[in-house]
């Protein structure tokens, strides 16, 4: 560090700083919170740099050093950082760029650091900034936006996506502004939250637009609208986080919902291409999500269900449709001398008919926010649902989709949903052992769901005689991406059938050794971290059904426990205290006969002492 600070000091060269300020800024990033020891001395020539080096030459070290000073504004912390950011965004502010200026994205992302820095503390920034943001989103000047034939450079445009297969041409300078503001806003209302609740009003008003805009100057690429939408979703939450805290109805985000919906849909219903339809269905799940409960009404959630449904249905015709030109075109090709044959018509029948099945995916991703914030209220609606499971899981091309629909019923409608039980139960059991590893996972995290609900104990020993053949079986391919994480997620299943109905075990079902066989798990992360915490809760609980009749699997627990402690991708920081706990309220001989019978004596020296790193 001294040598880096010497050379901001010292050297004149342009480029030679540019380096040391980069260095810097990594090592704060390494350092963190202990950074705070060279701050004081290093954050005034930053300052300097952006007050004095205004050439167009310097322009990337001005931009390096807003860089810098916004990463070490999160490495020490807001308490430390708060007066230097209102400076940092002062400067910011008075900084002319140009359409090729490299400050430009500098000044964006340091806005958003400094933003995920200061948290509801931005809120005094706000001001200031939205007018800029809000101008450059406003769609009044498109109209204008496409040059005359020959008449501009081209390269001056950029040609975007209707939705509707057209494409229109837009000056770059105005399409980059409108992307780097919605993006902005994204970041603005995520790290803020309720923050933000009183600058919602204005920010709905300005994205409305945008989200309903039919004509084709106003349809921007799929990506803004896209982007626009999940701000949508974003000023939901913090609608309701705002009212929350103040005490007040839920009213502004129950309007947001309303007015975000019925634009979303108006685009659903009008536009047929797959991968524009994935944004704004991927949007209204979490307008739905972060209204939260209370809000949609049983005839709202009747008639979104009805919509759902049908715009499932349109995705299916078109898949059918699509399929049946495809075997057209592959029976007429045959006839053909092969070097006649397209080469890369596989892919993009490929990749058609994968964008429809994300979106039917997106589609019920709908239903299951519906029923999360309404299970009450989509209880009517649960018929529809058990008679559509009844019609996908019985063809191949719509198993999966069918089998994630009764994962949203079983996770929140949970015993509500038993009416619906004897049509999709068979169904689940008979797809842990499918060739499909997809449909594998979605049984496997069915069975996961179902196992701690009470009505589940009938099946239980069924599920878990089912679950440990696949369990038993050996690891899959490392190539076999899929395949490892159906494996992971029927671990996961095991894992919850052992804890939550481990009497119903059969006694030929070895669940804890195979459970234990099969750890760490390490492909699917997010099912990883869960699987780990649950079975370190089972073991301070001192389950039997893992660590075996007078603890003869603690030597393999704690070799396990060892292998995942600081390990941040499959270990989360309560999990590595709790591993900590366990080894510590173990008898010291127990704990060092066990750890020398297993190989583990040298990690339990670690983790008494604290001494591994954290890894990531």
Known sequence: MEKLVMKLQNSQHRGVREEAITSIAVI????????????????????????????KKENRLRGKSFECMSLLGI????????????????????????????????????????????????????QPLLPGIFRNLRLDDLHDQAPASGGADEDEYVKVNTGDGKTVRVHTEKFHDMMQSVQLLHTFVTEMESGYFEAVPDTAQVLLPLLSATDDASMLCDEVRGTALQVWSLLIKAARLGAQERGQPNAMAKELLQKGLEAAFHQLQTYQDAEHLQEISSGVAECIKNVGPGVLGSDEVQKLTASVFTL???????????????????????????ELHAGDEDEDEHDLTAEEDQLRRNYEEVL????KVSPEQFLPCLSGCAERIQQWVATKENKVLGLYLVCDLLDHLKEHSQSAWPIFMPKIFESIHDEDPDA????????????PLAKFAEAAPEAFKRVAMVVGKPKPKKRDEKAKIAMDNAVAALLSLLKDKGQLCPPDVQ??????????????????????????????????????????????????????????????????EKVLRIFKSLPQNVLVGTCLSTGVLSWMTCLLFRTVPRKG
Request: some cysteine; hydrophobic content about 40%.
């Open 28 to 55: 704060a990033g390494v350092m963190e919170k202990d950074f705070v020891q060279y701050y004081d001395s290093i954050m005034p020539m930053l300052k300097s740099f952006v007050m004095t080096a205004t050439s």
């Open 75 to 126: 490495a020490v912390g807001k308490e430390k950082f708060l007066n230097d950011a209102r400076e940092a965004i002062g400067a910011m502010m008075n900084t002319q760029v140009e359409a090729d200026d490299v400050q430009r994205e500098y000044i964006k992302e340091a806005s958003e650091r400094i933003c995920t820095c200061l948290k509801k503390d931005f809120k005094p920034f706000l």
């Open 312 to 338: 499932l249905d349109q995705s299916l015709q078109r898949s059918a449709q699509h399929a049946k030109e495809q075997a057209k075109e592959k029976h007429e090709a045959s006839a053909l001398p092969q």
């Open 368 to 371: 299951g926010a519906m029923m």
């Open 440 to 451: 594998r996972t979605a049984a496997a995290y069915a069975v996961n769901l179902a196992a």
């Open 511 to 576: 669940a804890g050794d195979l459970i234990l066989s099969k750890l760490p798990l390490r492909d699917d992360c997010d099912e990883a971290k869960k699987v780990h915490d649950k079975l370190i809760d089972m073991v301070l609980a001192q389950n039997q059904g893992i660590l075996g009749q007078d603890n003869r699997n603690l030597g393999k627990v704690l070799a396990f426990l060892a292998e995942i402690y600081k390990q941040e991708e499959i270990c989360t920081k309560e999990s590595d």
